[in-house]
């Protein structure tokens, strides 16, 4: 036996006084419940490469960041100092054999007391850094003298608008700076 809908009105009054179910609450951000399980096993396992790539250049110097790069810190099952695992780049490993405890203290002393306490040597290619040398920002060109920038607009006048007239004047500029 099939029940009749409600009136419109007969529905207002049901919706009066019955509630419905409350809406489900959003599920909180991953961000925060992670939070301090990040940073126990940060505290537990220590930064490890990531944090040592970025600051790699400062820890070991300038020309030993151009032929190694960190790769893993290993830390033993019982505890205790880690191995710091590096890449080096071909006939720079004795070099790097050589300074192993200038390393491994400079890595300690960034990481913190007893981080590490061998270094694992590897032999392989090694990403190339990018090293800004000193005063290679770009200079400001000088502006060519009005004559020049006449002449080179009246050789212009002909061409159309757009990209190419643009790339031709900049070729212009230059080639007359460098017969200056």
Known sequence: MKR??????????????RRSRPPARPPAAAGRRLTKFIKDLDKQFGQGPAMLQARWRE???ENLARRTEPVKVSKPRTGGPGALEIRVDG????????????I???????????TVSKLRIV???V????????????????????AAEAELE?????????????????????????NR
Do not use: C, W
């Open 104 to 114: 491994i203290a400079r890595v300690n002393m960034f990481l913190g007391a007893d």
């Open 91 to 102: 006939p720079a490993a004795t070099l790097i054999q050589h300074q192993a405890g200038e």
């Open 127 to 146: 990403r190339k850094i990018d090293t800004p040398v000193i005063g290679s920002g770009r200079r400001r060109k000088a502006p060519l003298d009005a």
């Open 59 to 61: 820890i070991v110097g």
């Open 4 to 17: 009749p809908l409600p009136t419109q009105e007969e529905a207002i009054e049901i919706l009066a006084y």
């Open 123 to 125: 032999q392989g290619p």
């Open 154 to 178: 009246a050789g212009l006048a002909e061409a159309p608008d757009g990209p190419l007239k643009a790339a031709l004047r900049t070729l212009g500029r230059e080639v007359l700076r460098k």
